[in-house]
């Protein structure tokens, strides 16, 4: 029997300040790299990773998530783990088996990893803070930017089929460049050294420039796998047309 557990922790709002430890457990992920401002199911069967929960849950629900450079290791070790993750806020937990969890975490933000001070039976890591850089003003140059990204990124939400007025009113919302950046990050399926970069870029508007650039090439990817979709539906609709009417002609 599955038992869900329901944490009692309002999710953070923008703006909200949490009072972060020097000191906490940290996590290693595979084929995933999270920025700040999503929330996202993570599935946790490793010893070690079930004792950082662990850990987590029993203090301040906190926990550092840093992805591993090489996905098949199965135990890493410091050095197969990219020095700047995030800070993560447990919401919830449901067990699945007795050694494989459901974690849903809301991502703070960024972190550099200074030093691990453990690694069994968990990892227990020295941070700090990463500072972000956003403009003081908006140029027309930023502005224009901002602009494009938006437009974009709904065009390519339109293609995919997935957009909706919920996500669209989020993304208007949006007048941070670094933030904005890191929400569109969600929905493109990002190459793990790719996203690293994006993740490592502390400047927003140069991260946003990042983001731009991929986003008009996924773009242009898309409308082509869109067409030659639409294309072969079209040739195997006139195949089976031909096919039904040499039936009927031998009947």
């Given at each position: 029997m599955r038992e869900e557990l329901e944490l009692q922790i309002p999710e953070v709002s923008e703006g909200e300040i949490i009072d972060v430890p020097e000191i906490l457990p940290l996590m290693a992920i595979r084929d995933i790299v999270l920025f700040p401002s999503m929330v996202v199911p993570l599935f946790v069967g490793r010893p070690k990773s079930l004792k950082t929960i662990e850990?987590?849950?029993?203090?301040?629900?906190?926990?550092?998530?840093?992805?591993?450079?090489?996905?098949?290791?199965?135990?890493?070790?410091?050095?197969?783990?990219?020095?700047?993750?995030?800070?993560?806020?447990?919401?919830?937990?449901?067990?699945?088996?007795?050694?494989?969890?459901?974690?849903?975490?809301?991502?703070?933000?960024?972190?550099?990893?200074?030093?691990?001070?453990?690694?069994?039976?968990?990892?227990?890591?020295?941070?700090?803070?990463?500072?972000?850089?956003?403009?003081?003003s908006f140029t027309p140059e930023i502005e224009a930017l901002m602009?494009?990204?938006?437009?974009?990124?709904?065009?390519?939400?339109?293609?995919?089929?997935?957009?909706?007025?919920?996500?669209?009113?989020?993304?208007?919302?949006?007048?941070?460049?670094?933030?904005?950046?890191?929400?569109?990050?969600?929905?493109?399926?990002?190459?793990?050294?790719?996203?690293?970069?994006?993740?490592?870029?502390l400047n927003g508007v140069e991260r946003l420039r990042k983001v731009s650039e991929i986003l008009i090439q996924e773009i242009e990817i898309t409308t082509l796998q869109n067409k030659i979709q639409t294309e072969a539906q079209e040739e195997i609709g006139r195949s089976q047309r031909e096919y039904f009417l040499r039936e009927q002609l031998r009947a």
């Open positions: 850990e987590a849950l029993n203090k301040n629900k906190l926990i550092v998530l840093s992805t591993q450079k090489i996905s098949r290791i199965e135990n890493p070790k410091p050095e197969d783990l990219y020095k700047l993750g995030t800070i993560a806020l447990i919401i919830k937990t449901l067990n699945l088996t007795e050694n494989r969890l459901k974690v849903v975490v809301q991502v703070l933000s960024r972190v550099e990893i200074k030093e691990f001070l453990q690694t069994d039976p968990y990892f227990k890591v020295k941070i700090e803070p990463c500072k972000e850089i956003e403009p003081e602009r494009s990204v938006k437009e974009n990124i709904e065009k390519l939400l339109s293609l995919k089929g997935i957009l909706n007025p919920e996500i669209s009113t989020v993304i208007q919302s949006i007048e941070e460049p670094g933030r904005l950046a890191d929400l569109i990050t969600a929905y493109l399926k990002l190459k793990i050294k790719t996203a690293q970069d994006l993740l490592e870029t």
